[in-house]
Every structure is written in C-alpha cells, then in structure tokens.
C-alpha cells in the first residue's frame, strides 16, 4: 500500500510538471522588480534592467518596477515605476539613495499588484525586504547580480569590512530561488563565497548602431586637442573611484616615465572628477555623454583602458570592442570571459602597474596589432544581442515556476 502510494504520488509531480510547463507562459507572469537605482542616475545596470522591462513587456509580461526616485531622473523610466522612501547615501555620494526597507504603502501597493515573481536587482535594505516579503507570501524569488559591492570597501580605507559584507551577500543570495549572474566567472565566485542557489548566465547586450567603429570621427578629436596621428587612451565610466581611478593615473604617469606617446581621453562625469583630474594633468575631459553622441566619443579612442575590479560584467568594455577600440583591462570578473587576451586585448593582474603599461604600450607602438585587435573585438561582440540575452531572463522566470510548481 505504502509503495502504491509513493508511486501515485510521483505519477502526480510528474503530471503536474507537464501541466505546468504546458500551460506557463510569458503572459501569465507578474514581476515585482525592486532596483535601488532604476533611472535617477545613469549607469551600465539600470541600463541593463530598463532593457529587460522592455523585452518583458514586448512579450506581454506584467512588471511593476519599485525603487527610489528623484524630481529630475536621468532618463524616463521603462514601464511602471512605483516610487519607494529612500534617503541620501552618506560619505559624499548623495547622488545615490537608499530605499528605508518596504514600508507599509509600498506593501500595500504589491498586495494590490498580486505579483507570482519578486525580482531584486541590489542587496539593500529594499532588496532584503521584498525576498522575504516573497518568501512569506509563497511567491518565486528571482536575484540578478550587477555590481561587485564588496568590492567597494577597498577605495575607502575600509578593507576589513569587505569578508563581513560577503558574508552578508551570501546570505542575501542564498534566501532567493535563481541567481542570475553575467558569467559563468561571477558564478564560480559567488559559489566560492558559499552561495547553494541555482544561477543562470543573464549576459548583457549592446547597441550595434551605436557603437560602430564607422562613428569615429577625427574632426571631433581634433576639436579635442587629440592629433590624428595621436594615440588616445580612454576611459569610460562614472568618475568614481571604485572604478579604479588610482590605478588608470599610476598607470598614465608609468606611460609618461617610459615616453610612450599618448593622450588620455576621458567620457564622464562623477564626484571624483576634480581628484582624478589633478591625477591625469594632461587628459582631455569630454565630459557626459550619451546616445550616437556617445558612439562616436568611444570610437574614436584607440586604446580602451579599464581597471576596474567592481563590474560584474564590462558593459563599457563590451562597446569598445563593437566599436573596434582594443581592450587593456583588468583581469577581473567585468573583464574575464569577454576580452580573448592577445586577441581582442589584453589582460592584466588588477593592481599591476608595469603590466598595465606594457600593454598598453605594445598597442601604441605596433599599429598593425591595433588594427587586428580592434576588428577582432568587434567580431566579438556582434554576438551580443540584448533581445537574445534578455529572452533567457524570460526563460528563467518560467523554469522557477516550474520547478516551484513541480
């Protein structure tokens, strides 16, 4: 009796299984997408996840977007974007927020929108409260991974703090049902850390029209101060120094020691900016730009410089390489998987000056391997599409429905 039972009961998952991948589809989903910064600054993430509402709704999802807001946001807002309480980051970034937990409004609000996925894009207090409120109310959890945050405590004299935080980031993914990371080298980390949580790869795409190597545009150099026959080494990104500012002006002042010609060529704006630019005396600062006008800034470097250790994925290094700019990067998780080192360009230890600027230096002096770098970049990155890569977000949220349901 008690084998028939136990056979009955297995013949019942299985059904439910095929019932429920039968009968699952993108229409019957409801997203509650909770994001710390979803348009109120401009940066690779919310790019990321604004491009994701996008594609859901295309394919006839319900989202509903929560995270903190500002009078003046940096673009319009994908979607429906409820705004929760936040308060100013401390210690010089107010240009950030912080969302103050899930208040009762906001509760109400998702009660209301009866979501069956929470989505959290940040480790905040906003992305804590809505697993659990998931948790407690039996819905899907879904966690996507965009910025290495232990990684901050570093350029702020605060080392000793970064074991603790990964501790806590364990926990934090270790609470949801998927955990969807851009590579699969951010996924050996995040198991390295004693995250158990199935992960799948949500990559990044970029825009093909935009950042083409046909956008380079030497009058726009010249108008900058950058020769035609000048080698320009660009940066590109918010002026923070997580993003490894102290190393890109070690590594410029190594390149003027060893008289390797050169302009650095700067496409930004951020707090850091006075900081940086008494670092790189001599670089040119175009400033924040944005759209073909930013195509066009990236396309016309010769050199993409990135140290930055914080990316979980190189947006800004995945552009370059549509744009045909060959790549010096950290050999980090924003970096690894997508520069082909001695292909596309090069990597290099993180923290390693000399390295840096010899690769850099290799690429000024052999025009040849510029030229062979940059298309192979290029050809590189014609494979990421954001309609592709956006599409196995879809996927994912129907396999955890599944699997919850099975």
Same mark, same amino acid.
């Given at each position: 009796m008690a084998a028939r039972r136990a056979m009955l009961q297995i013949q019942w998952r299985l059904t439910a299984h095929r019932v429920i991948r039968a009968t699952m589809h993108a229409t019957d989903l409801r997203i509650a997408l909770f994001s710390g910064n979803y348009n109120y600054v401009r940066d690779g993430a919310n790019q990321a996840l604004n491009l994701l509402v996008g594609h859901l709704l295309s394919k006839g999802v319900t989202v509903r977007v929560y995270s903190p807001t500002n009078a003046k946001p940096a673009f319009?807002?994908?979607?429906? =974007?409820? @705004?929760?309480?936040?308060?100013? &980051?401390? *210690?010089?970034?107010?240009?950030?927020?912080m969302a103050r937990g =899930?208040? @009762?409004?906001?509760?109400?609000? &998702?009660? *209301?929108f009866a979501p069956n996925i929470v989505h959290v894009s940040a480790p905040d207090f906003l992305g804590h409260r809505a697993i659990s409120y998931g948790r407690r109310n039996g819905i899907a959890t879904v966690a996507s991974l965009h910025t290495r945050f232990e990684t901050y405590f570093r350029y702020y004299k605060m080392a000793f703090f970064e074991p603790i935080m990964v501790k806590i980031l364990t926990r934090f993914y270790n609470r949801v049902d998927e955990v969807l990371v851009p590579g699969r080298g951010m996924a050996e980390i995040v198991r390295d850390w004693g995250v158990t949580t199935p992960t799948a790869i949500w990559s990044r795409g970029v825009n093909h029209d935009r950042f083409t190597p046909t956008r380079r545009d030497l009058a726009w150099r010249r108008a900058r101060g950058i020769a035609d026959g000048e080698v320009a080494v660009g940066f590109l990104g918010r002026l923070v120094k997580e993003k490894g500012l102290d190393v890109f002006a070690d590594v410029i002042r190594e390149l003027e020691q060893r008289g390797v010609p050169h302009k650095v060529l700067v496409i930004g704006e951020g707090p850091a900016r006075d900081w940086f630019a008494a670092r790189v005396p001599g670089a040119v600062f175009a400033g924040f730009q944005s759209g073909d006008d930013l195509g066009r800034a990236v396309a016309s470097m010769d050199v993409f410089f990135n140290p930055s250790v914080t990316e979980t994925f190189g947006n800004v290094t995945l552009e370059a390489m549509a744009a045909g700019v060959p790549v010096v990067a950290a050999r980090a998780s924003g970096a690894v998987g997508l520069v082909d080192d001695g292909v596309t360009g090069f990597l290099v230890p993180p923290t390693d000056i000399s390295g840096y600027a010899d690769a850099i230096g290799r690429?000024?002096?052999?025009?040849?391997?510029?030229?062979t770098m940059g298309w192979a970049g290029h050809d590189k990155a014609a494979g990421y599409l954001w309609d592709t890569i956006n599409q196995t977000v879809l996927d994912t949220y129907l396999e955890v429905m599944t699997r919850r349901g099975a």
């Open positions: 319009p807002p994908t979607g429906d =974007l409820v @705004a929760v309480p936040s308060l100013p &980051l401390p *210690a010089g970034r107010g240009e950030y927020k =899930l208040p @009762a409004a906001i509760r109400r609000d &998702l009660d *209301a690429i000024v002096f052999e025009p040849g391997l510029r030229e």
